[in-house]
């Protein structure tokens, strides 16, 4: 099992932008599932985007044309840029990933993730 950390939250007026990222580390594989959700204060956890290891990717429909999901394999890191960003984005977001092969392509939004990041704040003010 290896380990996720985020980076990149921050407060931002709305219309503002954020780059999120997510480092992975003691993974092995080359096939992966790897995700963003978030979590806002007293809702459930949602997925947000999601990517597999070919690149296919898949969103939110509320997050669809203004977030965009990339991963860097030189740098072993998940992406998150967030664009137009509105309050009703303000969360806690956290990166998950998959490197069992329990899900592929579009479907790895639902994948029963394990690995987990401990998450970092976006807040957006209107």
């Known amino acids: 099992q290896g380990e996720l950390v985020e980076s990149g939250g921050g407060s931002v007026q709305a219309g503002g932008s954020l780059r999120l990222s997510c480092a992975a580390s003691g993974y092995t594989g080359s096939t992966f599932c790897m995700s963003w959700f978030r979590q806002a204060p007293g809702q459930r956890r949602e997925g947000v985007a999601s990517i597999y290891s070919d690149g296919i990717t898949n969103y939110e429909e509320s997050v669809k044309g203004r977030f965009t999901i990339s991963y860097d394999n030189a740098k072993n890191t998940l992406y998150l840029q967030m664009n137009n960003l509105k309050p009703e984005d303000t969360a806690i977001y956290y990166c998950?990933?998959?490197?069992?092969?329990?899900?592929?392509?579009?479907?790895?939004?639902?994948?029963?993730?394990?690995?987990w990041g401990k998450g970092t704040q976006v807040t957006v003010s209107s």
């Open positions: 998950a990933a998959d490197f069992r092969g329990r899900a592929s392509g579009s479907w790895c939004l639902y994948a029963p993730y394990d690995d």
